[in-house]
């Protein structure tokens, strides 16, 4: 039977209207599950209140960085933030360094599994994703500095993570804190996940401290899960910061380290495992802390180091270059602008950086443990452009302070 030219345009319709049916539900169930599993992943990470995606593009680092750094909870205020925000408009402050992993163990980011599982997450930064994309925004380079190895919240969850007593007890420091054992790699691996969970959140840099084997307490009952001495503490120390960078190196962040101020003279690891020239190797910046309070009397043969900020300074760091050779330009000491047994402002402060120039380092964070800084030292007027404090100056600022003595 013939049939009509329109029962096959209707047919050949009809079939069309199916097989597209059949891409588009296709391209729906495949769509589903790939939404099912961003999904899930999300709501891992949302055991701990907050939603992290992963972020744009990474800043570049400032030529020269002015910083300061911030303790969670005062980059969690909304009124430190308002005061924050009066550094940026009014100075040359281009890079914040913010805690979110503390000597206590305690971690301050959303996101990080293993902390949610040993309680040792607080939400001490609401909505930290946002504020550091509120800070991109307007140039500010942002660093998440990660205490590593001194950690009583972990080692006291984890018996077998933590540095032992030679009973097989957990150790502890003069201070009653607990200890991870560096030569363990769980404790290796859980500061991974950390510094991990910071990029996704957005920070450009990945800023290790207490990278570290103990100082404080009695140390020759430590006990390790590998044979201990300076060369085997040395080379655990770099081996950790090597697989850092190769972690790491992908996602395009940098790595910067805190160390000992003593370790830009010292010729030995100190008992803690620093050597800063092997260390240098392995990352981007070095920061070590030069804080004059710090220096034991008659360090450098300065009777007073802490009331002659810019001579301990300036021969710290010249130790510093001299040890380091080319990898000196990774040199961005931290600075003291806080008081202890001297009192400190804005001369004191001036006189660190200038310090800092004098030994052609450009780059310097500024450290307060309560969060608050000295606004002038951070105005380009006097502290970075017009350089007005000269050597001279600064040295009879330490004369002065001699003889207040």
């Known amino acids: 039977m013939k049939r009509n030219p329109k029962y096959y345009i209707l047919s050949f319709t009809v079939f069309l209207l199916i097989l597209t049916g059949a891409i588009v539900f296709k391209l729906d169930k495949n769509i589903s599950i790939f939404s099912q599993d961003v999904n899930t992943s999300t709501s891992t990470e949302q055991q701990t209140g907050d939603t992290v995606s992963v972020p744009g593009k990474l800043l570049e680092k400032p030529k020269h960085v002015r910083g300061i750094h911030i303790m969670a909870w005062s980059a969690g205020s909304k009124k430190y933030r308002q005061k924050l925000q009066t550094y940026i408009d009014s100075s040359t402050l281009n890079t914040v360094v913010i805690a979110v992993k503390e000597t206590n163990g305690e971690v301050y980011i959303p996101g990080v599994k293993s902390a949610v599982e040993i309680k040792a997450y607080v939400p001490a930064m609401p909505n930290i994703q946002s504020y550091i994309s509120d800070l991109k925004s307007q140039n500010i380079y942002t660093s998440a500095r990660i205490v590593v190895f001194k950690d009583n919240i972990a080692a006291r ?51 290790f401290d207490y990278i570290r084997f103990p100082s404080d307490g009695v140390i020759k009952n430590c006990r390790y899960s590998q044979p201990h001495s ?47 020239v092997p260390m240098a190797k392995e990352v981007d910046y070095v920061c070590p802390m030069v804080y004059p309070s710090h220096y034991p009397k008659g360090s450098y043969g300065i009777a007073s180091p802490n ?44 006189a660190q950086m200038q310090a800092c120039y004098d030994n052609d380092i450009f780059e310097w964070t500024l450290w307060n443990p309560s969060s608050r800084y000295n606004i002038v030292p951070l105005k380009e007027k006097e502290a970075i452009n017009k350089r007005k404090l000269s050597k001279n100056n600064a040295v009879a600022v330490s004369s002065s302070a001699d003889k207040a003595e």
Not at 158 to 178: E, F, L, R, T, Y
Not at 252 to 272: P, R
């Open 157 to 207: 969850k984890h018996p077998d993570w933590a540095v032992k007593n030679p009973d097989g007890s957990i150790w502890v420091d003069k201070k009653d804190q607990a200890w991870l054992d560096p030569f363990n790699k769980d404790n290796w691996e859980y500061t991974f996940e950390i510094a991990q969970q910071c990029v996704k959140l957005g920070f450009e840099e990945i800023q």
């Open 230 to 276: 300076s060369t085997t503490a040395v080379n655990n120390i770099v081996a950790f910061l090597k697989e850092a960078k190769t972690r790491l190196k992908i996602t395009g962040v940098k790595i910067s380290i805190d160390v000992f101020g003593l370790t830009t003279s010292s010729e030995h690891d100190m008992g803690i495992g620093q050597s800063i």
């Open 307 to 350: 009331s002659q900020p810019y001579k301990t300074i300036l021969i710290a760091l010249e130790h510093a270059r001299r040890k380091m050779g080319e990898d000196a330009v990774k040199l961005r000491p931290y600075l003291q602008d806080f008081s202890l047994g001297y009192k400190y402002d804005t001369e004191e402060v001036i």
